[in-house]
C-alpha cells in the first residue's frame, strides 16, 4: 500500500472534491470539512441524549465506547450514555427525532460535529444515530502520545435505498455468531439489508412447524430454528438492517424434494446435494399440493420475517425434468404455455398471489420478469457478460417496464475479483437513457457471497474487506471513485473490522499454523501476501471437485482476492519502469530478496508439515524468479539467458501454482520487470 495517504474531501452541491489527510472513512460522507483542532479521548469522556434512548441507540452507544475503550486503551469511567443534557462536560451530545423504521426510503441522514471540546450528532431517526457513531469510530485517530477525533464537520446521507448483502447458508451452513458478526460490519459500513439464502439443493435451513420434514430431511441437522431466526432478525433490526429471506424456487431444489418428492417433476429418489452446479431436480408447477406446501412455508416465514419482500429465487430453471413428465406438456398446452419459461410464470404468479395474501411482496432473480408478472414485483439483476449480456442489461429493461429493481451484476464477491473491480459498477449505469421516474426505480444494490467454497473459517475473508468497497459504492456521492485512494482507506478499514468482531485475520493465521503444522508460517505468509484464489469459478473446474465436505483449509483459503504485497509490488513495478525511481528501486530490491528465501524456509519446514510439500514446486519457482530478477536489478541489466528462463518460469504452461488453485498475483508485473531490465 502507499504509505502517502491523501484523501479526497467532498463539498458537495452535486459533485466535486477537494483534498484532505489522514481520514480513512468507509463509505466517504456525503459533505465534509475538516478543522484543525482535536478532541482528545480521555477518561472522562460522557455520552448524553436529548431524549430516552431507543434500545437501537442504546446498544449503539454502549457498543461504541466498548469499541472506544478497547481502541484506544482508555479506562472510561461512564461505559453508557446518560438521558440527559443537562450535565456537565458532556463529551458527545446526541439529538433524534423518532425510532426508525425498517422500510424503503426511511430517513438515514445525520450531521455530526467535532470540535476541541465537544461532539454532537443530530438525525431524524435513532438509524441515523447508529451511522453517525459509526463514522465517529472510523476517525479515531492517533499521534506518539494519545487518540483523538480530529476536527470535523459532517453531513451525510445514502445515495442508494438499497444496500444489501446477501448470504448463501445452504452450500456452507453458517451459524448465527457468524451471521452477527457480519450484521455488525454491515452496520459498520451502513449497509441496510441482510438478504438470508435459506434453501437451495445443499440444504433447507428453516424450522417448519407445518411441514417438519423440510428441516430434518433437507438440512443434515443443519438449520435455524424459529426461536434462532427470530433472534437474528431482531439483533439485525437494532442494527437498522432489514432482513430479506429468500427459499429458491422452483428449481434448485433438491433438498426440497428430499423431503417432499411428491411434489417433484420426475419421480425419483432424491438426496441433498453435496456438489456444486446447476441441477435438473424442479418442482411441479401443476400439482397443488406444490402450493399447499409453499403457501404454508411463506406463512411461516411472514410470522418470522416483518420485511415486506420475500424473495423466491426464480433462476437457472432449466426445465430438463419438466420436458420429460408427459403430465406436465399436457398441462402446458392446455393452459396454453408454450414454453418452460411461461410455465414457470405461471408458478410466480400463484406465489404472487399466496405472498400477497399474507401482506408481503415478491422478489426475485431476473428470470421472474416477464409481460405477467405485476409491477409490485422487485426484480433482482445478475446476469452480466458471462451470460451473453451487455452489463446491467436487465437493470435497465425492468427499470424501463415499471420494475423496482436492485443490481448484484458487478457485486459477485465470491467470484474473488478484486475490490477495484466491484468499486467501479456503479447502479445507475452511464449513458442509461433513463427518465427520472424510471432511475428512481433502481433502488441500489446487493453484494452476493455464495458459498460453494466457503465455509464459516473462510467466510469472513470473502466477504470483507471488499464489501466495504461496495457499500461505498452504494452510499456515497458517484464522484467518489478514485481507486487508488479507495485502497489507501481500504488497508485501514480492514483492520479495523478486526476490532469490531471479524475473524478474516486471525482465521489466515489459523489456515496457515494448520498446513505448517504450528511451526512458524512466515514463509507461508509472504507467499499468500502475493498469491490469490483463482477467479470466476475456475477453482471448481477442470481440477479438484469440491464437495460441501472437502477440505477449505488449504493455501488457497488462506490467500485473498487482494494480494496485498502484490498491489504494492505491482504499484513499484510500473513507478520503476516508467521512470527508474530509485526510492521504488530500493523497495522491489527488498521484496525480491524476501521472495527468494521462500524456497528455503518452506523446505525446512516441510520436514515436519505434509501440507508444506504441495507448495514447495511453486514455492521454487516463485524464489528462483526473485534470484534471477534480483540479480539482474542489482547488475542493472539481466542477461539473456536469464530472461528466457524468467518467461518460460512465468508461462502457464505446467505451472505449479495451478495444482494449489491460485495464481501468483504479480506475475505481469514480473514480466514487465524483466523486459526493462533486459533492454539494451
Request: proline share 4%.
Amino acid at each position: 500500500m502507499k504509505k502517502l495517504f491523501f484523501l479526497i474531501i467532498v463539498s458537495f452541491s452535486i459533485i466535486g472534491f477537494s483534498q484532505t489527510d489522514n481520514l480513512n472513512l468507509m463509505p466517504w460522507p456525503n459533505e465534509i470539512t475538516e478543522g484543525s483542532k482535536q478532541f482528545v479521548i480521555e477518561p472522562n469522556f460522557v455520552i448524553s441524549l436529548n431524549n430516552q434512548p431507543t434500545k437501537r441507540v442504546e446498544i449503539a452507544t454502549t457498543n461504541f465506547l466498548r469499541r472506544l475503550s478497547n481502541k484506544t486503551g482508555v479506562f472510561i469511567k461512564e461505559g453508557f450514555a446518560f438521558e440527559s443534557d443537562e450535565l456537565d462536560n458532556i463529551s458527545l451530545s446526541i439529538t433524534f427525532e423518532r425510532v426508525g423504521r425498517l422500510e424503503l426510503n426511511e430517513d438515514e441522514t445525520y450531521t455530526l460535529k467535532v470540535s476541541k471540546n465537544k461532539i454532537s450528532i443530530n438525525a431524524t431517526t435513532d438509524i441515523g444515530v447508529v451511522y453517525a457513531l459509526e463514522t465517529l469510530f472510523q476517525l479515531v485517530t492517533n499521534n506518539e502520545n494519545y487518540y483523538f477525533f480530529p476536527e470535523v464537520s459532517i453531513n451525510d446521507d445514502p445515495r442508494f435505498a438499497w444496500r444489501g448483502l446477501m448470504m448463501d447458508v445452504s452450500r456452507h451452513f453458517m451459524p448465527v455468531d457468524v451471521i452477527k458478526r457480519n450484521l455488525d460490519a454491515m452496520t459498520f459500513v451502513k449497509m441496510n439489508v441482510f438478504h438470508w439464502h435459506l434453501a437451495d439443493d445443499q440444504g433447507f435451513r428453516i424450522e417448519s412447524k407445518t411441514h417438519p420434514k423440510l428441516h430434518e430431511l433437507g438440512s443434515d441437522g443443519l438449520y435455524y430454528t424459529q426461536e434462532q431466526i427470530r433472534d437474528v432478525v431482531q439483533y439485525a433490526s437494532d442494527r437498522g438492517i432489514r432482513v430479506v429471506p429468500e427459499v429458491d424456487v422452483p428449481g434448485h431444489a433438491t433438498a426440497i424434494l428430499t423431503a417432499y418428492p411428491e411434489i417433484s417433476s420426475k419421480d425419483m429418489i432424491y438426496s441433498i446435494e453435496r456438489n456444486s452446479g446447476i441441477f435438473d431436480p424442479t418442482l411441479d408447477p401443476t400439482n397443488e399440493e406444490t402450493y399447499k406446501i409453499l403457501g404454508d412455508l411463506f406463512g411461516e416465514m411472514a410470522e418470522l420475517f416483518p420485511d415486506k419482500y420475500v424473495h423466491i429465487g426464480g433462476d437457472e430453471n432449466e426445465g430438463k425434468h419438466w420436458d420429460e413428465n408427459e403430465e406436465i406438456q399436457l398441462f402446458m398446452k392446455e393452459n396454453d404455455l408454450k414454453n418452460n419459461h411461461e410455465l414457470q410464470t405461471y408458478f410466480n404468479i400463484r406465489l404472487e398471489k399466496i405472498l400477497l395474501s399474507y401482506d408481503k411482496s415478491l422478489m426475485g432473480w431476473e428470470e421472474i420478469m416477464t409481460s405477467q408478472m405485476p409491477k409490485t414485483a422487485l426484480i433482482h439483476s445478475w446476469k452480466g457478460v458471462n451470460e451473453g449480456l451487455t452489463p446491467g442489461q436487465s437493470l435497465v429493461d425492468a427499470a424501463q417496464k415499471g420494475y423496482k429493481v436492485i443490481l448484484s451484476n458487478g457485486y459477485y464477491i465470491d467470484l474473488m475479483q478484486p475490490a477495484k473491480d466491484h468499486y467501479s459498477v456503479d447502479p445507475m449505469p452511464e449513458g442509461n437513457n433513463l427518465s427520472l421516474l424510471e432511475e428512481s426505480r433502481i433502488l441500489g444494490g446487493e453484494a452476493t457471497m455464495w458459498s460453494e467454497l466457503v465455509t464459516p473459517l473462510t467466510i469472513d475473508s470473502r466477504i470483507w474487506p471488499r464489501t466495504a468497497a461496495i457499500a461505498e459504492r452504494l452510499w456515497s456521492p458517484k464522484g467518489v471513485k478514485d481507486e487508488d485512494e479507495m485502497y489507501i482507506r481500504l488497508e485501514v478499514i480492514n483492520n479495523t473490522l478486526e476490532q469490531i468482531g471479524l475473524t478474516h485475520i486471525k482465521n489466515k493465521a489459523g489456515i496457515l499454523r494448520n498446513i505448517s503444522n504450528y511451526q512458524s508460517i512466515g514463509a507461508l505468509d509472504k507467499l499468500s501476501r502475493i498469491s490469490e484464489p483463482f477467479k470466476i469459478y475456475s477453482r471448481n473446474k477442470g481440477g479438484t471437485e469440491y464437495k460441501t465436505y472437502s477440505p477449505f483449509t488449504l493455501f488457497a483459503d488462506a490467500c485473498t482476492a487482494d494480494a496485498t504485497d502484490a498491489y504494492r509490488f505491482n504499484s513499484l513495478t510500473e513507478k520503476f519502469v516508467s521512470t527508474a525511481d530509485l526510492d521504488a528501486k530500493k523497495e522491489i530490491i527488498e521484496f525480491l530478496k524476501s521472495w527468494g528465501q521462500i524456497d528455503s524456509e518452506l523446505s525446512l519446514l516441510s520436514q515436519n508439515a505434509p501440507l508444506v510439500l504441495p507448495i514447495l514446486p511453486y514455492a521454487h519457482r516463485v524464489s528462483e524468479i526473485a534470484d534471477l530478477l534480483l540479480n539482474g536489478i542489482e547488475k542493472n541489466k539481466l542477461f539473456k539467458k536469464d530472461f528466457d528462463k524468467i518467461q518460460k518460469l512465468l508461462s502457464t504452461k505446467e505451472d505449479p501454482s495451478l495444482n494449489l488453485d491460485v495464481e501468483l498475483a504479480v506475475t505481469n508485473s514480473l514480466k514487465e520487470l524483466a523486459k526493462f531490465l533486459a533492454k539494451d
